[in-house]
């Protein structure tokens, strides 16, 4: 039964913040690497982070490399992405993903139902 429930978004200005959080349960949450994964209106599916398991290494999509930051806190089970410097581009439906092991960066086997983050003046 796993279960990925992201919370935190909602409207933001321009060059502001938001925090998001996901909420992992029904699995091994260590054992997993992660991703946070987007879908603007009108386009497909945007992979911009991922973080793994023990270390916690991350990296970043281009386009929003040095603004945003994933972490996690595994006693939590709790998947987090802290946004910064906000842009209407990054206008999207956000949706933490589970990584398949064993594959590249972006391919995922779970998905949250999302959470929307609409950056506007």
């Known amino acids: 039964q796993v279960q990925l429930v992201e919370s935190g978004g909602g409207l933001v200005q321009p060059g502001g913040s938001r925090r998001l959080s996901c909420a992992a349960s029904g699995f091994t949450f260590s054992n997993y690497a992660m991703s946070w994964v987007r879908q603007a209106p009108g386009k497909g599916p945007e992979w911009v982070s991922g973080i793994s398991t023990g270390s916690g290494a991350t990296r970043y999509a281009d386009s929003v490399k040095g603004r945003f930051t994933a972490s996690r806190d595994n006693a939590k089970n709790t998947l987090y992405l802290s946004m910064n410097s906000l842009k209407p581009g990054d206008t999207a439906l956000y949706y933490c993903?589970?990584?398949?092991?064993?594959?590249?960066?972006?391919?995922?086997?779970?998905w949250g139902q999302g959470t929307q983050v609409t950056v506007s003046s």
């Open positions: 993903a589970r990584e398949v092991s064993g594959t590249s960066w972006g391919t995922n086997d779970y």
